[in-house]
Each structure stands twice: as C-alpha cells, then as structure tokens.
C-alpha cells in the first residue's frame, strides 16, 4: 500500500511551498472517517483515495488538489457533511470536493443512452474548477485498474460510462496519456473475449514487431544525426483499443493491419526542427501519399499538436511516425495537466503568456483574463457559459440556454407539453414558472390539457423555440378573437340592410369569396379578422356587395328606420367575477377597461381593440374623447341583469372644513352604508382647505350614489367627487 510520506514527497519536488500538513490532515481525516470500510478487492477502503491523490500527485498537480483526492469520498460514502470539510480544510477544497459529489449525482441519475455527448458537457458546465475533473478523472482511473473485483453486471456499466463520459472527457482536455489507459481499461471490459483475443495475437507477433522497431528507431536516430537534426526517436505499438477500432471501421483481419507499430520523433523545443525531421524521414523514407498532417500549423481544439506521416518500410510495409517537440509531446500526454508547473510562477512572463493562451483556447474561454499572472483563474472552467443541461424525471439530459425556465424545458420535450404547461417542479419542489433552470436540476412539467400559453410567459422565456410558439399561440388567439368580433360587426350591419347575415356568411356565397379576394383576402374569414382588427369598415364591405345603386336605397331607409327610434341591436353584457362576458345576441369577449373602471349602472360605451376583445369604458371616461376618432370601433354595450356580485374599489375625494374629526366622520357614515373602506388619508390643501381621500368598495353606481350623499351629509363635508383610475 502506497504511504502518505511518498505522496507528500511527489507533491513537495513539484510545489516546493506546498503545505505538506494539509496533506497529512485529510489523509488523517479520511482514514478516520473511512475506517472499518473495505473496498470490492477487500482491502481498506483508505487503498482508494490513497491511490487516486498518488495518481493526482503523478499529475504534478498542487496540494489542494491531491487533498481533494483524498477526501473526494468522504461526503459521498461516510456520514461527514459539507460543513465539517468546510470547518478542517476550508473553502477552497470544500468547493472541490462539492463539485465532485455534483458530478456523482449525475451518474445516480438514470440515463437514456445516446446523449453521452449531453451528459459530458454537463458535467463539463457543473464545475467550475478544472482541477474537479481531473480529481475524477483520477478517480475513475483507479476504479476502472479495480474494476475486475466488481460483478460483471456492474462492470460493464461503469465500463460503458467510462468510455462514453470520461474518456471523451480525458481527450477534449488533452489528456492523451489518461484517456487511452482509460478506453483500454473500459475496452476489456466491455469485450472481455475479443479483448484477450486480440491481446493474444499481439503477443504472438511481438517479437517480430519489437525487431522491427528497434532496426527502424535506430535507423532514424541515426538519419537525424546524420543530417544535424537534433532529436530522440521513441517506438511503440499502437494501443488495444485503437486497433481494434480500426478493425472494426475498416473490416479487416489483424493480419491484413500492417501498421500496428509507429515511431515518434521528440526534438528539443524548436518549431523548425519538427519540419527539418520530417524532411528527413521523407528523404529516406517513401511517404504513403495523403497520409502527412500538420497539427503543429494547426493545432486541434484540445491543443494537441505533432506532425504526422506515414512511410514505407524496407519491407513493404507502412508505418506511422509522429514529430514533435517536447513540449507539445508533454501536452499530448497530459493535457491541461501538463500547465500546472506554471502555477508556481517560476517561467518568465513570455511563457506565461503562451500557456494563458493555450488554456483560454482550451477552455474556450469568452472573456479576457485581465491579469494574466493571476494565475488561479487560469484554473477556472467555463467550457459551456451559454448553456446548462437538466435531465427529465425519466433521465433525459435537455440542453438549454443560461436562464432557461421550466416553460423553455416544457417546449424542448414537446410543442404540446409547454402549450399545457401548469407549474413545475424542480428537485421534487414545486417551483414558480419563471424559475431559472440550474445544471443538473431534475425538471418536472405539470400539464392540463384544459390550459393554454399566457402572453405574459414571454416576459421570462429565453428560448426561440419557446418564444415562437408562444407568440403563433397568442397571434392565432387574436386572430380568432377577432374573427368573432369581425364577424358580429358584420351581422349587425348586414341586418341594418335587411340583409340575412347567414346567407352572406354562409359557406357558399360567391359574391363574398370575391370581395374577400378584392381586399386581397383568400378567404372570407380573413376578411372578417380585418374587420375585428378595425382595417375594414363593415359598411363598406356591404356597399361592395350591393353595388352603389341598391346600397344607396338601402341606406336611405336604414335611416329613416334608426330616426323613429329603433335601436338596431341591444347589447347585453354581464360582469362575472374577474372576467366579462357578453352574452344574449352577442358573446363578444368583454372587458372593463381600467382607465375608468365602469360600475354597474353607469354609463357605458364599447370600443374594440386590436385583438383584445371590447374594452368598456365609462362615458365620463378622459379617453374616450380619444377614442371617439375611429367612431366605426364604438359600438353600443349595455348593462345586463340587476348588479354585480363583485364589489370594486373606488377613490373618492372629500373636500371639508379644516377641522378634527372629519376623518372620524366620513368613515363613520361610510360604515353606517355597510360598505368596505380600503384606504383613508388626510391632508390639508394650499387654500386651508381639508383634502380626504377614500377608497370605498361598491357594488354598482347606486350604490355609489348613496355612499357619496351620506358622506355629504356629515357636518363639515363642503364637497364630494368620484376620482378617475382604478384603484
Ligand atoms: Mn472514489
């Protein structure tokens, strides 16, 4: 078993300031709280984070992070709460190791296959410390070189996660050297019997591929020698799992791969020395055409860069070889690894620059680092700042926007599920609709097929999607509405001409299919919609119908009809509750409007809005002089039934003699009336006056009526008026 003394020993060569104690507290910490534990091999659990800060500590990374290594199971397999980390080892690896019991939850979750892709940018967007994922990383190292302790049935899960999660995630950071051990590990374990097969044919020609390369290593050094060029010549054969997807992609036997071994060319750190050895392999060497990459000219999105070309053999038979610096070999390897010796600020401000660079692009960084030896913000990962990812109660990972609410997730999963969507719950708690989504959150959408989507939800939601399926909702509404609207207007002045409303509407009537087509409408519904919209008067629709000569016979009697006093349609509208509803010869949607507030009993006028119903003013209403301009938009409304069952609020003003008591006095006589008194509030006006507002709850005009003569029969009372706006 590895000891404690040897991981401080590694931690200290790399980070000569490194706090050695915090590294003998949490191995202390750990084994105290993992004592008694033993892992599936049977040894002490303590073996595991031992050996996952060991491989930490191999990483060269600093002695935050290999702390973190072995307290990464305390929260998540011992009683210990965040709080008590927080208390021993502070904020800092209280964060870490938060993170990694995060990125463990999302592993608990059920998930549908085929979204590894989703689930890695998750765990990707939940951290924010990179030094998280290569906690994990090496976590999962070790559990994977275990893994042969476990049952079958969970191996290969964690086998399939491996290749699918962490391996994927081992290559965007670079981390050459991790992910093949990673997929080699996961590979056996997927395909146990093709596996050792495949490892048996290699071993048997091993002797032969190990000759080849020792001759063909040599012979390069010996080239580059020749012509000056600086460089050490590595052989290797090609890893398990990289053949074997070869042979899977191009379907061939292993005795038909010929290029199973390749070579490697490491120069010092100069660029041009790259290029000198590739001249020099070409010169000795046939290239197989097509196959020469420059990754150093352009490196890959993780960084990687190398020259790659393949060449004949003496024997025929190609071959790889790969050209690099050391520098760039150290970062094919390890990756993001590979830049934490700059953290110690020992390489001068040029070479500083260069790795910032490398990471922002790593990383994909959006912003600019302002300073660039701040040197801990290097270590901040936002790989995914525009998104978050949340999975459905069934596992499904939903990659959304930043600020993205439970309605935008509703949409993602389905046009119908956010058409019906209720409420939500995130986590297990009922949440409000304007919520904005976290990652890894566990979304849930309420739906009821009775309910539809609210204009005010594009006040809050974020994606197009959402939004434009929202805003075709609410335009279809309006346009129905308007429809309707259109339609009533049309009837009624239809039957102002002795005309039958449902002979022109109805289905067949050609003389209207052609007027509609006149105005530039495909159908007479269309041009019934631009009638509600107010773009059509409905009389001029009906002279087109008529033509001039019979539509000026029937106007002049329409007149003489409406001058003996018949009114030509009664509106009857009905306040429900909250919402207005016309009912009798029409079902218009009605709503009071809130300038004026009409009540029961008061005067009223109808005026129709764009896609929004009749709005009903009250004659003494301010606007409605305004409104009075598009006179074809007025139409005649018309209380219905005997009162509301609502009471609503009204502010009145008293104007009174400068003395005490009035307040005492007006409440008094409000209360007297048995009426609701909502606010009261004195002052005193410039001309010494008392100025006493009240807001008072009625039920109709009478009522109202009665309220402001008692008030006005309290001793001192010079005046009272009712004050405009709803209250
Ligand atoms: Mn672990």
């Given at each position: 078993?590895i000891?404690i003394?040897?991981i ?22 750990s ?29 060269r ?10 307290l ?10 965040l709080?008590?980390i ?5 904020d ?27 689930v ?8 924010d ?8 990383l090496?976590d ?18 964690i ?8 391996a ?7 981390m050459?050297?991790l ?20 490892a ?25 020698s ?15 799992y990289?053949?074997w ?18 070579a490697r060319?490491i ?21 197989v ?38 520098e ?15 953290k ?12 910032l ?28 700042p ?27 999963i ?7 969507c209720?409420?939500a ?5 009922i949440?409000?609709l ?12 309420l ?12 006040n809050f ?6 939004r ?7 335009a279809?509404q ?14 009624k002045?239809?039957s ?6 449902k ?13 509609a087509?006149?105005y ?6 269309d041009?019934?919609?631009a009638i ?8 001029n629709?009906i ?6 000569e019979q ?7 329409k007149?003489s009809?409406?001058r ?12 429900g ?50 409104l009075?301009?598009n ?28 003395r005490t ?19 009261a ?5 410039p ?9 008072v ?24 008026e ?6």
């Amino acid at each position: 078993m590895i000891r404690i003394e040897d991981i401080v020993a590694k931690v200290q060569k790399n980070h000569p300031q490194a706090d050695s104690d915090l590294l003998r507290r949490a191995y202390l910490f750990s084994a105290r709280e993992h004592k008694g534990q033993k892992r599936a091999s049977g040894e002490s659990y303590l073996v595991h984070p031992l050996e996952v800060a060991n491989i930490l500590a191999d990483m060269r990374l600093d002695e935050v992070a290999v702390a973190t290594g072995l307290l990464h199971d305390v929260v998540e397999d011992t009683l210990v709460e965040l709080g008590t980390i927080r208390e021993y080892f502070g904020d800092e690896i209280t964060h870490l190791v938060d993170g990694l019991t995060k990125i463990a939850q999302i592993s608990n979750v059920s998930r549908e296959e085929q979204q590894a892709e989703n689930v890695r940018k998750m765990v990707l967007a939940m951290v924010d410390d990179v030094r998280v994922v290569l906690v994990k990383l090496a976590d999962r190292l070790h559990n994977m070189r275990t893994l042969h302790y476990l049952p079958a049935e969970k191996r290969k899960r964690i086998a399939q996660e491996t290749m699918d999660i962490f391996a994927p995630i081992a290559h965007r950071l670079g981390m050459g050297k991790l992910r093949s051990e990673l997929e080699d590990l996961a590979f056996q374990h997927l395909h146990p019997d093709e596996y050792r097969e495949l490892a048996a044919q290699l071993e048997k020609r091993r002797p032969e591929n190990e000759k080849f390369l020792t001759a063909v290593t040599a012979q390069i050094e010996e080239k580059m020698s020749e012509a000056g060029v600086p460089a050490r010549v590595e052989g290797r054969v090609k890893r398990l799992y990289s053949i074997w997807k070869k042979l899977r992609r191009q379907k061939v036997e292993l005795d038909q791969v010929y290029d199973l071994v390749a070579a490697r060319v490491i120069t010092p750190n100069e660029i041009r020395h790259c290029y000198g050895a590739l001249g020099v392999i070409h010169h000795n060497w046939k290239p197989v055409p097509g196959r020469i990459k420059d990754w150093i000219a352009t490196p890959r999105d993780n960084l990687y860069q190398s020259l790659h070309t393949s060449v004949i053999g003496s024997k025929g038979q190609p071959f790889e070889i790969q050209i690099r610096t050391e520098e760039m070999h150290r970062i094919a390897e390890e990756g993001v690894a590979a830049h934490w010796k700059y953290k110690e600020g020992k390489r001068g401000a040029h070479d500083d620059d260069n790795t910032l660079q490398a990471l922002r692009s790593l990383v994909e960084w959006t912003q600019d680092v302002k300073d660039s030896r701040d040197f801990l913000d290097t270590l901040k990962l936002d790989l995914y700042p525009k998104d978050v990812y949340a999975f459905t109660p069934m596992g499904k990972v939903i990659q959304l926007p930043r600020g993205a609410t439970p309605i935008d997730f509703g949409y993602m999963i389905h046009s119908e599920v956010g058409n019906t969507c209720t409420g939500a719950r995130i986590n297990g708690r009922i949440v409000p609709l304007r919520t904005e989504i976290q990652n890894g959150d566990v979304v849930e959408i309420l739906t009821n097929p009775n309910t539809h989507p609210s204009r005010d939800w594009l006040n809050f939601i974020v994606t197009s999607r959402a939004r434009n399926r929202v805003r075709h909702w609410v335009a279809e509404q309006q346009r129905a509405e308007s429809m309707e609207i259109g339609r009533k207007l049309f009837e009624k002045e239809a039957s102002r001409f002795q005309l039958s409303p449902k002979k022109l509407l109805g289905n067949n009537d050609a003389n209207m299919k052609r007027i509609a087509s006149e105005y530039g409408y495909g159908r007479v519904d269309d041009l019934l919609a631009a009638i509600g919209y107010g773009k059509l008067i409905p009389r001029n629709v009906i002279a087109k119908y008529l033509g001039p000569e019979q539509f000026e016979q029937l106007d002049q009697q329409k007149e003489s009809r409406l001058r003996s006093g018949v009114r030509a349609v009664k509106r009857l509208i009905h306040f429900g509750d909250d919402s207005i509803v016309v009912r009798g010869v029409d079902d218009l949607m009605v709503a009071r409007a809130r300038c004026c507030n009409p009540l029961h009993g008061e005067e009223i006028i109808g005026y129709i809005t764009r896609g929004k119903g009749v709005a009903v003013h009250s004659t003494r209403c301010k606007n409605v002089q305004q409104l009075m301009i598009n006179r074809e938009r007025i139409v005649d409304v018309e209380w219905a039934g005997r009162g509301d069952q609502t009471a609503y609020a009204v502010k009145l003003r008293a104007v009174t003699e400068n003395r005490t008591g009035m307040i005492a006095g007006i409440t008094g006589a409000i209360s007297d009336m048995k009426t609701g008194i909502r606010d009261a509030r004195a002052s005193v006006a410039p001309d010494e006056r008392g100025h006493i507002e009240v807001t008072v709850e009625v039920f109709d005009v009478k009522h109202l009526d009665k309220v402001i003569n008692s008030i006005k029969g309290v001793p001192g009372v010079l005046d009272v008026e009712r004050l405009q706006g709803a209250v």
